[in-house]
């Protein structure tokens, strides 16, 4: 997979701690300030990107933000339980590196 990482990113919008845009994952924090539980929750938004693919994905997931809002987006409900798991080894691999 080629995921990519970028920390300290000025592309995350006040009010959020990161975003993927497949295939990157952006972070406002630096790398050591980035916690498993928020890791985990945007690794979760990757594997829903390659399941789903990045334009079902990203459309499904706009139609649920301006329909439901954040919290009751499908997805984000599916990130939230996720991140409450810890990480895979694949998880951890692309957060060490």
Same mark, same amino acid.
């Given at each position: 997979?080629?995921?990519?990482i *970028?920390y300290k990113?000025?592309l995350?919008?006040?009010? +959020?701690?990161a975003w993927v845009?497949?295939? $990157?994952?952006f $972070?406002r924090q630096a790398k050591t300030?980035?916690?498993?539980t928020?890791?985990r929750?945007?690794f979760?938004?990757? +594997?829903?990107?390659?399941r789903d693919?990045?334009?079902v $994905? +990203?459309?499904?997931?706009?139609?649920w933000?301006?329909?439901?809002?954040?919290r009751d987006?499908?997805?984000e *409900?599916?990130?939230?339980h996720?991140?409450?798991q810890p990480?895979t080894t694949?998880?951890? +691999?692309?957060?060490?590196?």
């Amino acid at each position: 997979m080629k995921l990519r990482i *970028i920390y300290k990113s000025r592309l995350v919008r006040k009010g +959020y701690n990161a975003w993927v845009l497949f295939p $990157f994952m952006f $972070f406002r924090q630096a790398k050591t300030d980035v916690s498993d539980t928020l890791f985990r929750h945007e690794f979760e938004h990757v +594997y829903q990107v390659l399941r789903d693919g990045w334009l079902v $994905f +990203y459309v499904k997931w706009l139609y649920w933000h301006f329909r439901h809002g954040y919290r009751d987006n499908p997805y984000e *409900i599916d990130a939230y339980h996720a991140q409450t798991q810890p990480l895979t080894t694949t998880e951890q +691999y692309f957060k060490d590196r």
